[in-house]
């Protein structure tokens, strides 16, 4: 996160304005101490698209996916 957040020029308290989260959540999401919601990871990939990624974590298109409950299947 922190390689992206450089690369878009971001600082971490902007990144937190964002998120509605403060500073030191975004240097502990960096740092490991913390982890993200699920709500952090889909609006982190919804502002950063593609180039956003999180291991394990998929992210499908409606229109890609036949029925909703694919994306539940193993």
Known sequence: MRNLRYKN??????????LNVDQSTISNFESGR???????????????GEDFSCPD???????????KDECFQE
């Open 9 to 18: 020029k971001l600082s971490q308290a902007q990144l937190a304005a964002k």
């Open 34 to 48: 913390s982890v993200m919601t699920i709500e952090h990871v889909y609006e982190l990939y919804l502002m950063f």
């Open 57 to 67: 974590i998929w992210f499908f298109e409606q229109s890609k996916t036949k029925n």
